[in-house]
């Protein structure tokens, strides 16, 4: 029986996989018409929309993709370490990113927005210069950490394990790891400052690549004994393969110690201490939320909060991953020009209300059998409070793209307070609405907390920024929100399965055919698309 479950992993991973993903052509011929206007005039919106959902689908393919390697070195490592080993990669690598967001300012986000308003100004000579200061700085915090990870490596391996020698040893092996993760966020920034979006999709594929070709071999040869190499491996090659990709852009020049270099660098230090200080602030809400469940109800609370808040922000981490990488970058190089960048901003909400709205509804429904699917039938308590707080995952489409505009606008204060409404929001009502209606009460917290997120954001985007809503963002989302107020009355009130399911996957195909037709109007997506499907060879 093992055997035949084996050989199933591997024929879905290694043959079925494949062919699921030949659509992908398909693909191929999107992106190629969307930068094909066929000699006719294409208005700016238009040219807009085809932007946004071309590097959507690379980006979220890519991440989708990704997820999947991540999944596939998971099970390998869950069948050859068991839960024991589990444990120890997710201890090893939880600190060391934790220790790495601390010392290194986050340069894979921070810097991008400097690099990206010299770069949208097309001056190659400041631009070689800002990547000069990201290389420096990247190289700078990384000795700087690793060498501060050594020296509190007996510290770090007492909290974690207690006094063990045999683990200080393996903490002073890996903190060459805070380096290189310190070099590879480096390059990340470069890449995206100067839109090199295709390698960096490829560079997404390449680190989950590696993970699976280094971590699999070594968990099978040597047990437990693999994990400190394959983290150190790992790293290495994430760190090569960003190399890989910027060295045919900018060669490698850095000087680490100059202080005219970290002067002129001081804008993207201050970001990146916003930014750890975000990262801290939504690590430390979700530890108070798993603290207060455990002890206003019990362990099996915390747990089944965690599965449903991983399924919650599964979908979200694919469909976001183009922000990032696009949207942001070209967000900062244009914000001091009002009318273009709200224009950007409105269309980035409105191509992805349209593409995000079917693809949570659709999440929804199926929720009953993705769960048993994913955990067991032991998680069934969190479907309902999954449920509710994944259709207030509508907001999130619109509330995501504008809190990027503080960052663009190089406004960490801001962009504190904005994140901070949202963090203190969602732990108070999660707390509440547990002690009241318990898990029930936690998805309605979760989706209050979107809710006030939207508002704050759209506040500060419009009395700071001048931002406001053009009409079709208002008509998209009221359409589909129409739609979930349905799907939301056919899930929790109809009791027959039958009814429940008709009117459920009506609501998805009625969300799904008004996207593809606003799509079409707007972008004239489908039609080209059939146009160079089924054109005849002259």
Known sequence: MLFFNWRLFIIFAFVLIPRILRPARLWGLYVDYMSDNNGQDVTSPNKDYRRTIKYLGIFGGAQGLSMFLNIVRNKFASILLGARGLGFIALYNRTLQMFSECTNLSLSFSAVRKLASVYENEDEESAEYCVK??????????????????????????????????????????????????????????????????????????????????????????????IFPSIFFIAFFQMAGALFFTLRIYRYRVSPFSLKLLRDGVDMIKMGAGYIYSSILTSLSIWLVCKALSQIGDGASTGLFSAGFTIICMLPSILFAALDSDYYPRLSGIFGRHKERNEVVNGQIEVHILIQAPLILGVIVLLPELIPLLYSNDFEPALKMTQIAMFALLFNTVTYPLSFMPLSKGDSFTFLVQESIYNVSFVVLIVLGYSRFGLTGVGVAMAMARVIDLISAYMIAHYKYSFSFSSRVKRYFFMHAAIYIVACYSVFVIESHFNRAILCFGCVACSVLLSMYMLSVHGNLLYKLFQRLFKRKG
């Open 133 to 226: 200061i990201i290389r420096s700085v990247a190289l700078l915090t990384g000795l700087v950490g690793m060498l501060l990870f050594m020296m509190l490596s007996p510290f770090i391996s007492n909290w974690i394990f207690g006094s063990h020698s045999y683990y200080v040893t393996r903490f002073l092996m890996l903190s060459p790891v805070i380096l290189f993760m310190a070099v590879s966020g480096g390059e990340v920034a470069v890449m995206r400052g100067v839109r090199r979006l295709n390698s960096l999709a490829l560079y997404s594929v390449w680190t989950a690549l590696s993970s699976v070709a280094i971590s699999v071999p070594l968990y099978f040869v040597m047990g437990l004994g693999g």
